[in-house]
């Protein structure tokens, strides 16, 4: 056998066959990521033990707002920025190690980049942008072949045609494309996107969107995405990290990010939370549940955090996650009463504020129910709505 | 048994070997600017502490007799005081006819806008000695052309017109500046949103009241820096004080320096030069600061609204002819002295036009050139200043403007610093500091020594202007090359290159003409080695071979046109494909 490789988790010869789907290799791995800038007043963490593994052709995003760190670790992937600690690993290649101290210069990693402000060459023509990685880049291609896998490039992205156009005179949506071409045409394992969609208009950002997907999921390409809008990290990504202050807050699939939110950062930061404060009365075995009391009543929640009996915490709830319980039927646990202050039909959704005791909380009801402001209703929210965000 | 491919060993490169590669060309960079800049900055401190008679580096003892000596002589005022009223003279004079024209031409629908516009950008090429002696010829109280004229169409008994006076010293130095202040005011006329104004004019002002009230006061800081930025030229000016000034009896600063470090008779008293050198620079610093506060006023004022308007032109109506007379009158004053000269250069010695002069015409002050050894290797000389100057200041500045702009931490920002220190050093100081620092090398008395001198000179020039476009350069265009795998070489060479060229080859060719121009650097480090065509144009003069000068001078002119154009077109054809 071979000698012990320092990659016991993602070398191909360490992985038993029953641990493949438990044990699935990542292609790009980030392990405990720091940056630090230095500022007018002393220096600033940028990035903070960021750590995230993304499986071959996983689109994963880092969701966060502007100034959270998501850019900077994008950079330090790319190598266009030198960490201050941690280890990044591209495709089995270690590319940087703090241990070690040592990186593997930006052109020498395996990756592909689309920058927020697409970086078009201003000299060249479409063709010519398209071009470069295959003539000056990691993966060079005889003359002859480059004209193939340029035109190639430019189907796959719409763009055949306007090879020979000079980039000043394309479109920002062009502009964007060219710059997608120019970044699978080399077809790399990894690509990493940086906000590429905050320059187009709305309507082209959204067809830019579900294109973009078709395109690396067609392609298989694995996918680093970065932004601050959390409509195209839900609509777009297989996973999602949610970043704030360098660090990343939550994981998980777009789905769990959304519905129960863990965080209360997430819960703000992903559409619109109530929050509720409350004292742990008990906790299951397995620590997965747990009983609260509430201004509303004893209620079962989510445990997310280490917490014990008479510990205060904050829950956070989506304001979709309430029901309404007709009289006619019964309901089961997890139920409380509130006076609706205003209500207001929008069509989809009845829009309500709803009071309990001086609490004040927004729900997105049932419409075909009838609610006028005034009523008292009573309300259930399913215990796996309902989780703690923070501890007080 | 299945042979399992190995993961890829992990190519590393040592980190700090990496980082060390840009630290020591940065270093490099560092060192170099020092001695460039700091070094003859030193050097003058020290010498303005130097026993008279002696050389900076031959003694160590110090005195303060040269300071006392300098600024306790009761004629050193009237020195300050000449320099300011030249100074401030030429300045307000050109600002306001400078205004004018530009007004004229950004904001009303005169006719002919487009000449004079090319006119003005054709006449930066004329050195100012071409104005000084020109006007020599013109107005010099003994037989100046205009002078004879109107003596006898007016029956004169003296001459109207002494061109050796100071108020035409500063009426000939306003001349030659309202072509630069041309560039610089009509940027700042053109972006100024005609809403203003018309905001005024709604509010029921009429239209002097508007421009009372509301342009002027929005102009102002705008016209402010153009101000300082010209007084910080002009208090160090020195051809055109050089020519006139000494015969006038009003010797300003930068030609009272020259002639104590390079004087007609006896030794040079460098101690003394130093000492006002010291003056001059202190005076110059001051008005630098002045100009940075002023240019963060303007900045604070700005009217560029960056939303696309039509810039609407003011109807001139009837007052369309006085404005093209008055635009008329300024380019035969630009022109007058040129065609002195070329008269002059065509007759074997200087006389009036006349039948009988018009028969001694001939080209033999032209083809007496190809004869002269002197002359072609002042040609020489030139071609190998101008060449060597222009390209290896935009190297230079190319470089350190990079990892001025580029790069991060106190190392790059002291080099933008020291690169940019040079433009507060008045030239001439910078010329008796380099002569001082250099003096005993074999470097002295080459035509290196104006090339050092004036690379140091031109550095500030040069990285102001790769920064500037560097900086409107996104950096992410040179990160998707990088991203793209290519190295850092290639992408410099394939984006960055071909991005700042145009910018680039406009800065060569101002620096190239300049170079050329100059007077200040060649005359003061001038050797029998190293005599350029600038200060051949001077020796000539001084000998009183007008006719020379003045061939020699059109030729100068023709050649900067020859080159700068066309460069300058293809330059701007670049820069226009780029968008």
Not at chain 2, 245 to 271: F, H, N, Q, W
Request: net charge positive; proline share 6%.
């Amino acid at each position: 056998m071979k000698a012990k490789s320092p990659f016991r988790s993602t070398s191909p010869e360490n992985i038993q066959p029953t641990g493949r789907a438990l044990l699935q290799p990542a292609m790009l791995t980030v392990r405990d990521l720091e940056k630090n800038f230095v500022a007018d007043k002393g220096s600033v963490r940028a990035v903070d033990s960021v750590t995230f593994h993304i499986p071959p052709g996983e689109f994963y995003t880092l969701l966060g707002p502007s100034g959270c760190g998501k850019t900077t670790t994008l950079q330090c992937i790319a190598g266009l920025e030198v960490p201050d600690g941690g280890e990044i690993t591209i495709h089995n290649k270690l590319v940087f190690s703090r241990n070690t101290n040592a990186v593997l210069p930006a052109h020498r990693r395996d990756i592909a980049m689309v920058f927020q402000s697409y970086a078009i060459w201003p000299h060249m023509t479409v063709f010519e942008n398209v071009a470069f990685p295959l003539l000056y880049g990691r993966r060079r291609v005889s003359r002859s072949a480059v004209k193939d896998r340029v035109m190639k490039a430019l189907q796959l992205v719409q763009l055949a045609g306007l090879e020979n156009r000079p980039a000043p005179f394309l479109s920002g949506g062009q502009q964007q494309r060219v710059a997608l071409a120019r970044a699978i045409v080399d077809e790399p394992k990894v690509l990493l996107l940086d906000e590429p969609l905050s320059n187009l208009d709305a309507k082209l950002r959204e067809e830019m969107r579900f294109e973009l997907r078709e395109l690396v999921l067609r392609l298989h390409i694995t996918t680093l995405y970065v932004t601050h809008d959390q409509v195209e990290a839900l609509s777009m990504s297989d996973r999602i990290a949610v970043m704030n202050n360098g660090k990343i807050v939550q994981e998980g699939t777009p789905r769990e990010l959304y519905l129960t939110p863990k965080d209360r950062f997430v819960a703000d930061f992903l559409g619109k939370s109530n929050f509720l404060e409350a004292k742990v009365l008990e906790i299951s075995a397995g620590a997965k549940r747990g009983r609260v009391q509430t201004i509303a009543g004893a209620l079962d929640c989510m445990i997310t955090r280490a917490v014990k009996p008479g510990d205060s915490v904050l829950l956070g709830f989506r304001p979709a996650a309430l029901r309404l319980i007709d009289d006619g039927c019964t309901a089961d646990s997890n139920t409380f009463r509130a006076e609706i202050d205003s209500a207001s039909f929008a069509g989809d959704f009845l829009e309500c504020q709803l009071r309990v005791k001086n609490q004040h909380f927004r729900a997105l009801l049932d419409p075909y129910q009838e609610c006028k402001s005034g009523d008292v209703i009573t309300l259930h929210i399913p215990a796996e709505r309902l989780a703690i965000v923070a501890t007080l | 048994m299945e042979t399992i491919p190995l993961a890829h060993k992990p190519a590393l490169t040592v980190r700090t070997a990496l980082l060390t590669q840009k630290q020591i060309v940065l270093s490099l960079l560092v060192l170099l600017a020092t001695v460039l800049v700091i070094g003859p900055l030193m050097i003058l401190l020290r010498s303005s502490v130097l026993p008279a008679g002696e050389l900076p580096f031959d003694t160590l003892s110090m005195t303060a007799k040269n300071f006392s000596a300098a600024y306790g002589d009761p004629a050193t005022p009237k020195l300050f005081f000449n320099t300011a009223c030249y100074a401030g003279g030429s300045v307000m004079l050109g600002l306001i006819v400078a205004s004018l024209l530009t007004w004229l031409v950004e904001r009303t629908d005169m006719p002919f806008r487009t000449a004079i516009k090319v006119l003005m950008f054709a006449s930066m090429t004329i050195p100012p000695l071409a104005y000084a002696f020109g006007w020599v010829l013109l107005l010099n109280p003994n037989n100046g052309a205009i002078n004879v004229w109107l003596k006898n169409l007016l029956g004169l008994d003296q001459p109207p017109f002494d061109v050796y006076s100071l108020s035409m010293m500063i009426f000939i130095s306003a001349t030659e500046l309202v072509p630069t202040m041309f560039v610089m005011l009509s940027g700042l006329f053109r972006n100024m949103d005609p809403q203003l104004e018309k905001a005024g004019a709604v509010c029921g002002a009429n239209y002097l009241k508007t421009a009372r009230y509301i342009v002027l006061p929005l102009l102002t800081p705008g016209l402010l820096s153009v101000m300082m930025y010209m007084l910080m030229i002009m208090v160090q000016a020195f051809e055109i004080p050089l020519v006139l000034g000494l015969t006038a009896g009003v010797p300003v600063l930068s030609v009272y320096i020259y002639l104590l470090s390079s004087p007609e008779g006896g030794t040079p008293k460098y101690g003394l030069a130093a000492a006002f050198g010291i003056g001059l620079l202190v005076l110059a610093i001051i008005l630098m600061l002045v100009y940075f506060a002023a240019t963060r006023t303007a900045e604070r004022f700005r009217v560029v609204t960056g939303k696309a308007f039509r810039p609407k032109r003011f109807e001139l109506g009837r007052g369309r002819y006085p404005a093209m007379i008055l635009s008329a009158i300024y380019f035969v004053v630009m022109i007058a002295p040129l065609l002195a000269l070329l008269w002059t250069s065509l007759l074997p010695f200087y006389q009036l036009p006349s039948a009988t002069a018009l028969s001694k015409i001939s080209v033999s002050n032209y083809s007496a050139m190809t004869n002269s050894t002197k002359i072609q290797q002042a040609i020489l000389n030139t071609f190998l200043l101008v060449f060597s100057t222009a390209t290896l200041t935009m190297l230079l500045s190319g470089i350190m403007s990079w990892f001025a702009v580029r790069g991060r931490g106190t190392l790059a920002r002291f080099l933008d610093l020291v690169a940019f220190a040079p433009m507060a050093i008045p030239r001439i100081v910078m010329a008796l500091a380099i002569l001082l620092l250099y003096i005993r090398t074999p470097l002295y008395g080459t035509i290196w020594i104006i090339v050092l001198a004036q690379v140091t000179v031109y550095l500030a020039f040069g990285t102001r202007t790769v920064n500037g476009a560097l900086m409107q350069i996104h950096p992410e265009l040179e990160n998707a090359a990088t991203a793209c795998g290519a190295t850092w070489l290639t992408s410099m060479r394939k984006i960055l290159l071909p991005l700042l060229w145009p910018h680039f080859l406009n800065a060569w060719l101002w620096i190239l003409a300049h170079s050329m121009r100059d007077l200040t650097l060649a005359l003061t480090l001038m050797s029998p080695d190293n005599i350029v065509l600038s200060s051949t144009l001077w020796v000539l003069w001084s000998f009183g071979d007008i006719p020379k000068a003045s061939a020699l001078l059109m030729l100068m002119v023709v050649g900067l046109l020859v080159i700068v154009l066309p460069i300058q077109l293809y330059a701007a054809k670049r820069a226009e494909s780029l968008g």
